[in-house]
């Protein structure tokens, strides 16, 4: 089997940060509780004018800056994103035009906040099988712009941002094992409101509603732990890699309290697990990424290193990756 890899990470957080404490001018609630129950601090809020695409193209360029791949040589762009600037185009064919990559096709994928790590199992496939060489998975949300900012139980968790990955053949190491779940009975716990596409002709005045997202917190944090845990246990089991010889975990990033409990359902001490979520909130498919991106920076993910990725989301949709870090 051919070895498979990241070659080239990037991210694009926008500018303005949003605090506790400016939430808690917006809503009844405090810098204390947030920290408490989430472990968030902070996040980002995209400028007015800047789309998902906008987000997404500057972590590619990001990525490519830095990539032994160049534009021109990327044949396949996925971006991961349930946040699209419109139906259609893709948000993927936006980057592929900024960037340049002209050989490329392009689509996007829709796993909530999975959806880095289905993005990049699909490209992993189409480089396995040898359709194309190389190609670029782009996580980006803006999540800002589907929450209902009257609603203290939403409105705290998510921002903005994303993040970037070149995936090409690698000589050491590479992705060593793939895992993605979903549980389709449970999609009623997390969703937008209202459901545009749902929506009748007739109803047109309903279509100006503006769609925000609505969860059970409580229902999805039970089975956030379980599922994220069971990921990491099956990727690991299906790479032959010892959950405890795993150099670093990067979880996506919803609550410090899942990471936290995660960890000790899977056997794995906390202090592996890579965290900034107190930066960011929740930046849905991006949030994975980005965390990634950071936790190489910072060398805490090393040439050689073995490392889990673990996501959850609405779906519900989970999936967890074994990487063996190539560079
Ligand atoms: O990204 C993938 C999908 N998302 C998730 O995985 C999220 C999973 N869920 C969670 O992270 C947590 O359930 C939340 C952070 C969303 C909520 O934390 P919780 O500890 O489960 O709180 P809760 O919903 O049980 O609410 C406890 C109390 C309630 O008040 P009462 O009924 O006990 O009086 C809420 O009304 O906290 C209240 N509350 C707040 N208080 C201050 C809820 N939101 C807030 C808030 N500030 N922002």
């Not at 609630?29 to 601090?41: L, V």
């Not at 600037?85 to 035009?97: R, Y």
């Not at 190389?134 to 900012?149: E, H, M, Q, R």
């Not at 930046?283 to 990634?292: E, F, G, N, Y």
């Amino acid at each position: 089997m051919k070895k498979i890899g990241i070659v080239a990470l990037g991210r694009y957080l926008p500018a303005q940060k949003l605090t506790n404490a400016d939430l808690e001018k917006l809503v009844d609630t405090s810098d204390e509780w947030i920290m408490t129950r989430t472990g968030i601090k902070e996040r980002r809020i995209a400028a007015s004018d800047e789309k998902t695409s906008d987000l997404a193209i500057k972590a590619a360029f990001d990525a490519l800056k830095n990539s032994p791949v160049k534009a021109e040589d990327i044949e396949a762009v996925i971006v991961a994103t349930t946040t699209p600037d419109s139906g259609f185009p893709s948000v993927a064919c936006l980057v592929q035009k900024a960037i340049g990559a002209k050989k490329a096709f392009a689509f996007d994928v829709a796993a909530a906040c999975s959806g880095f790590l289905y993005a990049m199992t699909t490209a992993k496939q189409f480089i396995a099988t040898g359709m194309v060489k190389n190609a670029l998975v782009v996580a980006g949300d803006k999540f800002t712009t589907i929450v209902d900012w009257k609603d203290r139980n939403t409105c705290v968790l998510f921002g903005d941002g994303a993040g970037a990955a070149v995936l090409s053949s690698v000589t050491q190491g590479g992705i060593l094992s793939d895992y993605l779940i979903a549980e389709g009975d449970s999609a009623e716990l997390m969703g937008i409101v209202p459901d545009k596409v749902r929506t009748p002709f007739d109803q047109g005045l309903e279509m100006a509603k503006l769609p925000y997202v609505v969860m059970n917190g409580q229902d999805l944090f039970k089975k956030a732990v379980p599922g994220m845990a069971e990921a990491v246990r099956i990727a690991a089991e299906k790479a032959g890699v010892n959950v405890h010889d795993l150099a670093c975990v990067v979880p996506h990033q919803a609550n410090d309290r899942i990471i936290a409990s995660v960890a000790k359902r899977a056997g794995v001490d906390k202090e592996k697990f890579f965290i900034n979520i107190h930066k960011y909130g929740n930046i849905s498919a991006a949030s994975v990424v980005v965390a990634l991106c950071e936790a190489v920076e910072e060398g805490r993910i090393k040439k050689g290193d073995k490392i889990a990725l673990v996501v959850f989301g609405a779906g519900l949709v989970a999936a967890a990756n074994i990487i063996e870090w190539s560079y």
